[in-house]
């Protein structure tokens, strides 16, 4: 599997370049990619199936070819994964779950103790995504730690994956319009280095 790990971009160039490898894939002239990147400031990301006007927090919004519900950016590294969904299972539900295991297992080696989230009835609770862990997102003592989305066409899936390197509550609450601290916990929280969790990803992803 490929590995890029990119600069700071905008949210759009994020987006762009995750689906470029997604339909490269598909279309046969790519490659399986694990890609590590930021955000150039801080933006809103929102799901396959939501609407921009439904989001006013004076940043940029992009939507993401993945599902899910709307996502802060700009305070976290974000991965995505573009591999051949036959590696992973025989339907969306079962990729998505062993795709959720992989990132737990990385945790698991960090010495931490995560959960991947079971219940399916928080889904709709918000239209935020950090307000509330959705199925298949790991925990840590009940906090988000990873959100996490999936993708599957043709035979390919896309993954997108985000956690809080730190968490500067006085910006993310103000432009959340919301006390998130209770709900969220960061990598400098758990003093877990960025580049062991990239480090250990890789080696599951068998790089």
């Known amino acids: 599997m490929k590995v890029i790990e990119d600069k700071e971009l905008t949210g759009k160039e994020n987006m762009e370049k995750d689906l470029y490898l997604f339909k490269s894939l598909i279309e046969g002239r790519g490659e399986p990619t694990l890609r590590f990147y930021k955000w150039k400031e801080p933006t809103l990301s929102i799901g396959l199936h939501q609407k921009e006007e439904e989001f006013d927090l004076g940043i940029p919004v992009v939507k993401r070819p993945t599902g899910g519900r ?53 889904r709709n609770l918000n239209k935020f995504c950090m307000f509330a862990p959705s199925f ?51 990598l400098s929280d758990l003093n877990i280095e960025e580049k062991k969790f990239k480090r250990i990803l890789k080696t599951e992803l068998v790089i």
């Open 70 to 122: 709307a996502l802060l950016h700009g305070f976290d590294l974000s991965f995505s994964i573009v591999d051949y969904a036959e590696k992973w299972g025989n339907s969306p539900a079962i990729i998505y779950m062993n795709l959720a295991k992989v990132i737990k297992n990385v945790f698991l080696k960090l010495g931490l103790k995560v959960s991947i989230t079971r219940s399916k009835g928080v």
């Open 136 to 186: 298949g997102e790991i925990t840590f003592n009940n906090k988000k730690l990873v959100a996490y989305a999936t993708r599957t066409e043709k035979g390919v899936i896309l993954a997108h994956g985000s956690l809080f390197l730190y968490f500067d509550s006085g910006k993310i609450c103000k432009l959340l319009k919301r006390d998130i601290r209770d709900a969220v916990v960061s």
